[in-house]
Nanobody, 125 residues
Framework: QVQLVESGGGLVQAGGSLRLSCAAS????????MGWFRQAPGKEREFVAT????????TYADSVKGRFTFSRDNAKATVYLQMNSLRPEDTAVYYC??????????????????WGQGTQVTVSS
């Protein structure tokens, strides 16, 4: 079992930046493949980014590629999502998730075992 707690969301103007954090507690954090997802009102939860156990392999949705950076610090049991050049369409609740069996390219919510409670990101135009 692992518990995930996101933080760092807020209100920002278009073109601004935010850094989301997701702190994990419980079992050995480095065992987990991690993902960030987001859900806008009236829409399904969608993949944003993934990172493998040692942080060397990341994948991004096309909509955020080049603007967002996913990283992890296993010593601190924390992952980060640096979001730059934010756009109004990035507005959503952002969730971090952990998978016990993924190793690469897990873009489906069903592949993840544990979820945080989410943090709201609002980008004004």
């Amino acid at each position: 079992q692992v518990q995930l707690v996101e933080s760092g969301g807020g209100l920002v103007q278009a073109g601004g930046s935010l850094r989301l954090s997701c702190a994990a507690s419980g079992r050995t954090f480095s065992n987990y493949y991690m993902g960030w997802f987001r859900q806008a009102p009236g829409k399904e939860r969608e993949f944003v980014a993934t990172i493998n156990w040692n942080g060397r392999i990341t994948t991004y949705a096309d909509s955020v590629k080049g603007r967002f950076t996913f990283s992890r610090d296993n010593a601190k049991a924390t992952v980060y999502l640096q979001m730059n050049s934010l756009r109004p369409e990035d507005t959503a609740v952002y969730y971090c998730a952990a998978s016990t069996f993924c190793s690469y390219g897990c873009y489906d919510v069903a592949r993840y075992d544990y979820w945080g409670q989410g943090t709201q990101v609002t980008v004004s135009s």
